[in-house]
């Protein structure tokens, strides 16, 4: 197994036997026996003969070279299953032979933190500082080493040290930049209490996460620069790019220049599955790309995902009888607190036994209340997390699954590949994306008549559209809900609005809209909630957003994160009218304002992801709360707000229209769902007896 540092490659010298590399060797004399010895080994590892590299390295003379090289072919592939005990006394050899060379000490160090050995780290980095003092290398193991202490103050200075030093006279232009780059990528750690001995403890104020995420960008670019302008890079530092982009563009979803990142993250390696996948689900985000745009996105990644995962040539063993009790699986990575969980939970309590086995299949890792509830809803939980893609179709084909149900998408921690290499006969995409897969293995998309009109809305989707008769999804409630505020719309000041959705959802277009709507509405306000408005950064970002559109900081007001869903609802209260996102539209916060009692202003668009409130506003007879264009959400929204007895005869009955609603009709709507099942699977029964009898 190959073995690498636990922490992540830090910027470090690299001594793996590919960084060794031909040209190291090149640039010794070859007459010298030692150095064409360490050559013919090198060249027998890179051929993957790994053991005759050992004996050839073992036989050669000892010199630094030897124990530099065994010590970077025994720590990639770990061969000799006595942990770091040989390794690291090959490195103190490699010390006896280069008593100046920082070199051994570093990969020393790298060792004692892989195996959370944080003392000895911390007296091999004394070794580490005697011999390169003041360098940038040394400056970025001494904020490791204090970030592992607990000490992120001192940690972040050392790592923003490291990253404005100039690159020593030893390092090229690819590796000076490269550093700092990951020395970046250290400081937003530290920020955002994402790395051991943060302990989950976020800095905030230590920097904005904006000047974070600007000072990542820049060092990542100058990384990509120079590496473009250097040698060929190898196959390690064009993965380490790669995913610096993808980290950079994770954390600027819903910004324009996100798709970029994860184009270039794919541009240095192509085989970085998940950074296609967000790419795809950044697309969405963007009120600039049109949906045929878009689909043809998902057409391109689809292609690759075939080529790369090709279906198998399997005969399933599954009884074509269309009376059977069907094997439904639904496989996702967000059984937990998401909003996933609050549209299958519902489904799978009210399944028929009698006519459907509900399998659970979990791709994620967090557990909590409403995994617990999953698992006691569903007849077989399954976690899967850990599994290959292999191993997961083998389990799946295994428990013959007649219907797999795929609840990500290209969002979370998706299976992708898993669907492309079919895991079952009937293959379903639901809920969880708000767009097609693009694969032709995945057969049907649960959609409604408005989310997704027919006949149109089937060329932006490779699978065949399935129609449910009133609503695509289900909602629960929370068992507890907060009592309204019947007079709150006697009031004489201004309303305030509210949007609830994901950080990623407000673009500077919708932020642009909605100023325009605070403009023409004196005395509004606008509050705004979602889990990034924690970060103080993140308020004065949007605030200095609208203040550029003329709009008083004042009249903005911000709600962070609220981990009793109990005290989260009674947010609502606060709130007259909300502002639903666009292009991509709310779905469980919509749900959650409704029930309590506020009215939803949707502006809706061409296809599913900017029709999902149009189809939860049409199911409560609240069409007049769709518009199809900025202006008339605008108009609609200042209207409104000049008119108080309206909202109050919107909000009037409002939650009781939404317990009552198709929306919340969980036994009637899985009734239907499982209607469907019956209709897909009854058309697959025949079709295989067609091909059985040919």
Known sequence: MTRTCALGS????????????????????????????????????????????????????????????????????NIDGKGSENILRLIEKWKRFAPDSPEPWVKQLEIHIYDRQISLAKKVYVGIRKRAPGHSITLFYKGLILQLSGRLMEAHDAFIKSIELRKSSDDNDTTAARNRAIAAEMVYQVEMGEHPGSHGVKRRGIMSNSKVIMLLRSCVEAWDKE??????????????????????????????????????????NEHLEPARSNLLFALNYSPEISPEEIYQEHLKAGRWVHLHHPERNLVFKNVPEQDKNL????????????????????????????????????????????????????????????????????????????????????????????????????????????????????????????????????????????????????????????????????????ICFGSFNAWAKLSDALICTWSKILSRSPGSTLLIKNLAMDRRSNRERVLEKFNQQGIESTRIKFRGFIANRYDQLKVYLEVDLTLDSFPYNGTTTNCESYIMGVPVLARTGMDHRSRVS????????????????EGDYVEKAVELAS???????????????????????????TRELETVYRQIWTTWCEQYGQSARH
């Open 10 to 77: 830090g910027p470090g010298y690299d001594y793996s036997p590919d960084s060794v590399g031909l040209a190291y060797c090149e640039k010794k004399s070859l007459r010298n026996k030692e150095f064409v010895s360490v050559k013919n080994a090198l060249e027998l590892y890179q051929r993957g003969k790994v053991t005759e590299a050992l004996e050839e390295a073992q036989s050669s003379p000892k010199s630094m070279e030897r124990f530099r090289l065994l010590a970077g072919i025994m720590i990639r592939q």
């Open 227 to 268: 590496a473009h302008q250097g040698e060929k890079c190898s196959e390690k530092l064009s993965s380490e790019l790669s995913n610096s982009w993808r980290l950079l563009g994770l954390n600027g979803m819903g910004e324009v220049w996100a798709a970029h990142c994860f184009r270039k993250s794919l541009s240095w």
């Open 327 to 494: 094997k439904v699986g639904y496989i996702s990575s967000d059984f937990r607190n998401h909003s996933v969980a609050h549209f299958i939970l519902p489904v799978l309590q009210q399944h028929d036994e009698r006519h459907v086995t509900s399998y659970v299949y979990s791709t994620g890792a967090a557990s909590d209340s409403f995994t617990d509830e999953i698992r006691n809803s569903a007849k077989y939980f399954r976690s899967i997390k850990t599994l290959s893609t292999e191993a997961r179709l083998k389990q799946i084909t295994n428990d013959q699954i007649d219907i797999l149900i795929d609840l990500n998408g290209h969002s979370g921690d998706g299976c992708i590949a898993v669907l492309a290499a079919r895991a079952a006969p009937l293959q379903v995409t639901w809920l969880g994306y708000p767009n097609t897969t693009g694969l032709d293995t995945v057969d049907y998309r649960i959609v409604d008549r408005v989310t997704d009109p027919p006949p149109e809305a089937q060329r932006l989707c490779t699978e065949q559209l399935l129609y449910m008769p009133r609503t695509f999804s289900v909602f629960q409630a929370h068992h507890e809900l907060p009592e309204l505020d019947a007079g709150k719309h006697q009031s004489t000041t201004g």
């Open 614 to 629: 149009a189809s939860q506003l049409t199911v409560l007879n609240l069409e007049e709360l769709i518009t199809g264009s």
């Open 643 to 669: 008119d108080r007895a309206r909202l109050a005869m919107l909000s009037k009955g409002l939650r009781e229209k939404m317990l009552s609603s198709p929306l919340m009709d969980a036994e009637g709507f």
